[in-house]
T-cell receptor, first 114, second 111 residues
Framework: DGGITQSPKYLFRKEGQNVTLSCEQN?????MYWYRQDPGQGLRLIYY???????QKGDIAEGYSVSREKKESFPLTVTSAQKNPTAFYLC?????????????FGPGTRLTVL | RKEVEQDPGPFNVPEGATVAFNCTYS??????FFWYRQDCRKEPKLLMS???SGNEDGRFTAQLNRASQYISLLIRDSKLSDSATYLC????????????FGPGTRLSVLP
């Protein structure tokens, strides 16, 4: 089955630790995205990548880093510099081009800082 | 002004009711529009795209008014399973790479 997988589903982090969230897709999509969702709020874009070895900052990139070494993988690292990292993190992918191509989402990772 | 705004909600309606959601966007150059559905603690999933001519899918009807920069979603004959948060999504550029999500409107359909 084609789709997007994210792991882990739940993640607990101590203050001062870096953690990496995994996102893998087998949809052969070029574009991939990371969003953050806080309770009662909409999705906010952290980083996106339109092609392998290239990525761009979104609206709230501070304290986060990404890599795009393979087309199917787009891991997100939440660094200790992110002051309020507790949130629901969603990865998405999309076929490039075509204004009506939809974004497909993974099941998300819930990160809690202890 | 926020890029995409929606009715604050929540909407609590009885089964069988008709409910309408409204969304406004600020970028007049926006190219495409969508409604996504998000169940509690789950990922968003596409409900329907919104085309200039308006479109209908079963009990769901979406309308777009570019002049007023306004999008709507109408749900007829509400079912319990329609309970979810509905996200208005606007694509802000020509290449489909910049999706902007509204904060969502929560719907509870009551028995």
């Amino acid at each position: 089955d084609g789709g997007i997988t994210q792991s882990p589903k739940y993640l607990f982090r101590k203050e001062g630790q870096n953690v990496t969230l995994s996102c893998e897709q087998n949809l052969n999509h070029d574009a991939m995205y990371w969003y953050r969702q806080d309770p009662g709020q909409g999705l906010r874009l952290i980083y996106y990548s339109q092609i392998v070895n290239d990525f761009q900052k979104g609206d709230i990139a501070e304290g986060y880093s990404v890599s795009r070494e393979k087309k199917e993988s787009f891991p997100l690292t939440v660094t200790s510099a992110q002051k309020n990292p507790t949130a629901f993190y969603l990865c998405a992918s999309k076929q490039r081009g075509g204004t009506y191509n939809e974004q497909f989402f993974g099941p998300g990772t819930r990160l809690t800082v202890l | 002004r926020k890029e995409v705004e929606q009715d604050p909600g929540p909407f609590n309606v009885p089964e069988g009711a008709t409910v309408a959601f409204n969304c406004t966007y600020s970028n007049s150059a926006s190219q495409s529009f969508f409604w996504y559905r998000q169940d509690c603690r789950k990922e968003p999933k596409l409900l329907m795209s919104v085309y200039s001519s308006g479109n209908e899918d079963g009990r769901f009807t979406a309308q777009l008014n570019r002049a007023s920069q306004y999008i709507s979603l109408l749900i007829r004959d509400s079912k319990l399973s329609d309970s979810a948060t509905y996200l208005c999504v606007v694509n802000g550029d020509n290449y489909g790479q910049n999706f902007v999500f509204g904060p969502g409107t929560r719907l509870s359909v009551l028995p």
